[in-house]
Nanobody, 122 residues
Framework: QVQLVESGGGLVQPGGSLRLSCAAS???????MGWFRQAPGKEREFVGR????????YYADSVKGRFTISRDNAKNTVYLQMNSLKPEDTAVYYC????????????????WGQGTQVTVSS
């Protein structure tokens, strides 16, 4: 069993930065940790992922070069650093854990956090 708790969302101006955290408990060492987002009226969208065991990362084209995923093993926490934010980044952001290290679709992840709202607006 894995429990995930996100934090760090908020309101930021275009061009600004935010860092989201995902605190994990349970057996995560063999999992991929993914970040997804969902805007009102839209489907849940893959943002990126990191392998808990290898530290390899992969990003959606829409965020590549602006967002960075990292992990802190000692704190059992995964981070999503978001820079150069745009209004179209506004969404509820979710972290997720799943056994498929190449997963990029929601159904490939078994465990989900409650989500944290990110709003990019002037």
């Amino acid at each position: 069993q894995v429990q995930l708790v996100e934090s760090g969302g908020g309101l930021v101006q275009p061009g600004g930065s935010l860092r989201l955290s995902c605190a994990a408990s349970g057996r995560t060492f063999s999992y991929a940790m993914g970040w997804f987002r969902q805007a009102p009226g839209k489907e849940r969208e893959f943002v990126g992922r990191i392998s808990w065991s290898t530290d390899s990362t992969y990003y959606a084209d829409s965020v590549k070069g602006r967002f960075t995923i990292s992990r802190d093993n000692a704190k059992n926490t995964v981070y999503l650093q978001m820079n150069s934010l745009k209004p179209e980044d506004t969404a509820v952001y979710y972290c997720a854990a799943g056994p498929y290290i190449l997963g990029s679709r929601p159904h490939e992840y078994n465990y989900w956090g409650q989500g944290t709202q990110v709003t990019v607006s002037s």
